[in-house]
């Protein structure tokens, strides 16, 4: 089967960085997104990776290893409106999203 | 209208009542996709349309079908519907011809409750 696992919650403190782990395990791989979905309202594009690295963008940044199946979104000088739930999702061989359940990320003054 | 738009924002409807959530999207993007969100759960893909006139069954298409009769509207239709079937339901689009990178835009969302 296919499955995405990321944790349920986080709680990091205004100004500081936080990580936010995503590993996965799908039939095929064409590429890892991160999106941020505050509450109530839609998902929204962060980053995108396809090969291994680190993509930065700003405060935020993504990394993936394939031969790990493993990836994670950094959030540097957290600000109280990063406050939102962070999904990781993989396209599989068929070009489907294959969707984590999200993390919630609690930031604290 | 500017990306995606869905209507109703949400709705409380008796089960056994048909309903039809509505999606449109300005963005020429070729594909549309339906998705269900509930607490605790990934997103989950219901119906998918790779191109006006073509439509594909998602993981949870039990209960819900899809027309797509041109690039821009994709509704999706609860034929009869369970309490099982409350939900928040986002409609998303893509320009697939970017393969593997076609990013996924979402609209504001549907919260559906069937009692």
């Known amino acids: 089967g296919q499955n995405i696992d990321q944790p349920t919650e986080m709680t990091a403190t205004e100004g500081a960085i936080v990580q936010i782990n995503c590993t996965y395990q799908?039939?095929?791989?064409?590429?890892l997104f991160w999106y941020q979905q505050h509450a109530g309202e839609a998902p929204t594009f962060l980053s995108y990776n396809v090969l291994d690295g680190l993509e930065e963008k700003g405060r935020f940044s993504s990394f993936l290893s394939r031969s790990k199946g493993y990836s994670y979104l950094l959030l540097k000088e957290l600000q109280m409106k990063d406050s939102a739930s962070y999904l990781c999702?993989?396209?599989?061989?068929?070009?489907?999203?294959?969707w984590g359940a999200g993390t919630k990320l609690i930031i604290k003054p | 209208i500017a990306g995606i738009t869905q209507a109703p924002t949400s709705q409380i409807l008796a089960a056994g009542r048909r309903m039809t959530l509505r999606c449109t999207q300005d963005?020429?993007?070729?594909?549309m996709y339906w998705y269900r969100q509930d607490l605790g759960l990934g997103l989950r893909l219901i119906h998918y349309?790779?191109?006006?006139?073509?439509?594909g069954k998602g993981e949870v298409p039990d209960g819900y079908s899809v027309s797509r009769a041109n690039t821009d509207d994709f509704p999706l239709t609860l034929a009869s519907a369970v309490p099982s079937q409350t939900s928040v339901y986002f409609c998303?689009?893509?320009?697939?011809?970017?393969?593997?990178?076609?990013?996924?835009?979402f609209g504001p969302g549907t919260r559906l409750t069937v009692l």
């Open positions: 998303a689009s893509s320009d697939s011809t970017s393969g593997g990178a076609a990013t996924q835009y």
């Open positions: 999702a993989v396209r599989d061989s068929n070009y489907q999203l294959i």
């Open positions: 963005m020429r993007h070729n594909a």
């Open positions: 799908t039939s095929g791989f064409n590429g």
């Open positions: 349309s790779n191109t006006a006139g073509t439509t």
